[in-house]
């Protein structure tokens, strides 16, 4: 394999100061899904632990660092969720923490931030915006900043997620992984293909927000001026360089599926295996869906990576209709 800005030997070294609550999530088959699904179908639950995500394992990596170096703070942009795992992770080294986030995100990962100790800014505007704020605070305060996808820590965190995909028995053809900045992508893309290098890898990004598949498949970065998608997690507009070189060597394909299908999806985890998830989580689900004859008679392994949603906005999409199978 090429080589990315990650290496196996690092993300070993990540899993050894990662907390064990975040370590060896649940992956099983769920049989209930393969109906509507027309494929072998298994998850891995990153959403069982303290701050219902997989963020924590990249933010468990950085707050080690810091803590061990004496710094102090700390700041990040974040949509909600990488903000409540660097304020779980902070708390619990010493460190104070800044988020920085915009107004409009998601009011249930906005209340666990501040619930979880950090100090919370808002901005009038989108993530980019938030993460302009959250750069300007860092070169103000001179405190170390955040910068998810683009500081290795983040990806060799969400890494181990493919360590212990690529452990598993038995072995899977591919693992569909949500793709918004990169971190999850990159990290899980390059385990799985430097240790199961046979198993594909497939990023799965909203029709809303595309900027990222479209630099994946055109090669190059590409920006859009705005986003328009449930997935609140993954909808960002503005590629980093540095992540999409590692995109390029460890994807295999980068898929869009369109709103409608987000939102099957997270009914078809609600009703068939009791799991509640946010949108970002589903695009999985999503993705198999709207291409059930390239998954037929495949074993697929898809993350589910977050469940922190507004639980009003959730009944509102999963209670529009019940799902029906095709």
Not at 91 to 99: A, C, E
Not at 112 to 133: C, K, M, N, Q
Not at 245 to 253: R, S
Not at 278 to 305: K, M, N, W, Y
Request: aromatic fraction near 4%; include cysteine.
């Amino acid at each position: 394999m090429q080589e990315t800005r990650l290496d196996i030997a690092g993300i070993r070294a990540a899993r050894r100061v990662i907390d064990p609550i975040f370590l060896d999530t649940p992956l099983y088959r769920c049989e209930a899904l393969e109906p509507d699904l027309g494929c072998t179908v298994s998850v891995k639950l990153e959403t069982a632990n303290p701050v219902r995500s997989f963020k924590a394992r990249g933010t468990e990596v950085v707050a080690s660092l810091l803590a061990d170096a004496g710094s102090r703070a700390v700041v990040c942009a974040s949509a909600g969720n990488l903000g409540q795992a660097l304020a779980w992770s902070g708390r619990r080294r010493g460190l104070d923490v800044t988020v920085v986030a915009s107004r409009f995100a998601t009011v249930a990962k906005l209340d666990r931030i501040r619930a979880l100790g950090a100090r919370l800014e808002l901005v009038d505007g989108d993530h980019e915006l938030a993460r302009e704020r959250a750069a300007a605070i860092a070169r103000y305060e001179g405190v170390r900043l955040v910068e998810d996808s683009l500081d290795i820590e983040t990806c060799e965190g969400a890494a181990t997620i493919g360590l212990e995909l690529a452990d598993s028995v038995p072995s899977f053809d591919a693992v569909l992984v949500a793709l918004g900045g990169g971190a999850l992508a990159t990290g899980v893309g390059h385990a799985v293909k430097a240790l199961a290098p046979g198993v594909e890898v497939i990023c799965v990004q909203p029709l809303g927000a595309p900027a990222m598949t479209h630099s994946w498949r055109q090669r190059r970065v590409v920006t859009t001026d705005s986003t328009n998608t449930i997935a609140d997690g993954v909808a960002g507009r503005r590629p980093i360089p540095a992540v999409l070189d590692d995109l390029l060597l460890v994807a295999d394909d980068a898929v869009l599926v369109q709103e409608a299908s987000i939102v099957a999806g997270m009914r078809i985890l609600l009703e068939h295996a009791g799991l509640v998830v946010e949108p970002s989580a589903a695009l999985g689900i999503a993705a198999i869906l709207e291409d059930r004859d390239r998954f037929a008679g495949r074993h697929v392994v898809t993350i589910l990576c977050g469940s922190n949603v507004d639980m009003d906005a959730y009944h509102r999409w999963v209670g529009a209709a019940p799902s029906r199978r095709s």
